[in-house]
């Protein structure tokens, strides 16, 4: 073989070289492509600064290994968790047969217990050792499961013996169940008694706006002291308001059932399940927060016995709100608010009015009392008229000075010849003129000084007539007083019995 043979197998077998290593940079190159696109992918779904993206991605990293560990875990409970899904395929409609017991878990003997609710049927003895095991959450779960179903729970009482100012979520969605007449009459009477200990005052801007009335008392702005007998007949208004208001939510509460719980009834079962088991708890609790971590969301876990707010907000929402049986409650619970309302209407209505006020007039201050105008202040004001009316004409002054330049050049024509009597008549001319003007302007200001004395004494008895129709129409709402407070005391009384 000659050299040439041996030279060019060895550049091809660097060529052959070249291209792998060639075809290894351009695999590696398009791995990192992938690998950087990727990681784009994962940055794009977060805000921030690129520190707080990779702390986020971190985070998210950390709890996705930890909720892992935490998931091997709580398989040791497999049984606990068991009981919690097929909870949840009797709550979907589906038959639960075969329930297992689990060590020391309430849902266990409380779903067998109550897997018939819908149908009236209970298991006394599971529900024994479910009460046995935690009597809080089994009672709460029979109440919220019943209701949830169509089934009957027990009495209110057994559930919510007591109310705080601050309610819990599960209390409330007893407090809504019971105004939506779940628990029958009794258990709205029981609800509305613990409710009354806790409303108070800070009802009474709602209660007030409840009793507003359509009608508004108006009454010229001219009349000076009127204001007593507007705010008297204001409260008499509202307090008729505030006695049909309280008629009409009474009578419109039936105490039927409603066709269906409030949405919160069924948050707040799903929470009492999802909680699961004590030696779970901690775990599940754990899970929630590492799941918020993973998914961005807010940390905050809901429980199903976690606060939602003050008794009286709840009230002050229930007083105006669209179930029937809800705002009977609530105005039941606050019916001792509402007498004191009430009675501060009855106060402000039984005011006595003024017996005289002033008319703000253009020529002064007339006291009008409910029969007549006060004579000395209505003569003032006409005299006013007199004042004001009179012309500022100097016609009569002008007509005097061109008679005296006439006589001057009249003396001048005799002297110096007679062509200046016919300046002196032209002076005699501006003054006839000057006369018939100041003549007819003090005709004119007599006329309107006139019309003005006849509108002063129209405007004067309107509002005579106006002040004592006003206090006619106080004298008579006053009278009925005693009949509204009577009708809103016997309305009240037949809800707190």
């Not at 709580?74 to 639960?96: D, I, W, Y």
């Not at 004395?453 to 002040?467: C, H, I, M, T, Y």
Request: net charge negative; aromatic share 6%.
């Amino acid at each position: 073989m000659s050299d040439n043979y041996w030279t060019d197998w060895q550049q091809n077998k660097r060529l052959s070289g070249l291209e792998d290593e060639l075809t290894s940079v351009s695999s590696s190159l398009s791995a990192a492509r992938a690998s950087t696109a990727r990681l784009k992918s994962e940055l794009s779904k977060v805000s921030g600064s690129l520190e707080q993206r990779l702390t986020r991605l971190s985070a998210a990293f950390d709890a996705f290994v930890e909720i892992s560990d935490l998931r091997v875990t709580l398989a040791l409970f497999h049984a606990h968790g068991r009981v919690r899904h097929q909870m949840k395929r009797l709550l979907a409609g589906e038959p639960v047969v075969d329930v297992a017991d689990a060590e020391g878990y309430w849902l266990a003997p409380a779903l067998v217990a109550l897997r018939g609710v819908a149908d009236g049927v209970v298991d006394a003895e599971a529900l024994s050792l479910a009460e046995a095991r935690d009597p809080l959450r089994t009672k709460a779960f029979h109440a919220l499961f019943a209701s949830s179903v169509g089934g009957t729970p027990q009495a209110f009482g057994e559930v919510v013996p007591a109310l705080s100012e601050t309610v819990s979520r599960y209390e409330r969605a007893m407090w809504l169940l019971a105004a939506d007449g779940f628990f029958g009459p009794g258990g709205w009477s029981e609800c509305g008694s613990l409710l009354s200990k806790l409303a108070d005052s800070s009802l009474e801007d709602t209660l007030r706006a409840a009793s507003s009335s359509p009608t508004k008392v108006e009454m010229p702005r001219d009349l000076d002291g009127v204001a007593d007998l507007v705010t008297a007949l204001q409260a008499a208004d509202r307090l008729t308001g505030l006695r049909d208001w309280v008629t009409s939510t009474l009578d419109a509460h039936t105490g039927e059932r409603e066709a269906t719980a409030d949405p919160l009834v069924r948050r707040t079962l799903d929470l009492l399940i999802d909680e699961g088991s004590p030696v779970e708890l901690p775990l599940l609790v754990r899970e929630r927060e590492l799941r918020a971590v993973i998914e961005g969301t807010s940390a905050e876990s809901r429980t199903w016995d976690g606060q939602v707010g003050k008794a009286t907000d709840l009230l002050r929402e229930d007083l105006v709100a669209e179930r029937k049986g809800r705002r009977a409650l609530a105005l039941r619970a606050s019916a001792a608010v509402v007498l004191s309302v009430a009675e501060k209407f009855e106060a402000a209505t039984r005011t006595q009015p003024p017996a005289t006020v002033t008319y703000r007039s253009r020529y002064g201050q007339v006291t009008i009392t409910p029969t007549e105008a006060d004579g000395t202040s209505l003569q003032k004001a006409e005299d006013m008229v007199g004042q004001v009316s009179r012309p500022e004409s100097r016609g009569r002054q002008a007509a005097i000075g061109a008679g005296v330049v006439a006589v001057l050049f009249v003396v001048l024509a005799v002297v110096a010849g007679w062509g200046w009597v016919f300046v002196a008549l032209g002076a005699v001319g501006v003054g006839v003129y000057q006369l018939m003007t100041d003549a007819r302007l003090r005709r004119e200001a007599a006329e309107h000084a006139v019309t003005q004395r006849e509108r002063l004494r129209a405007d004067v008895a309107e509002r005579v007539e106006l002040f004592a129709s006003t206090r006619r129409e106080l004298h008579d709402r006053q009278a009925r007083v005693t009949d509204d407070m009577a009708a809103l005391r016997a309305a009240l009384a037949t809800v707190a019995e």
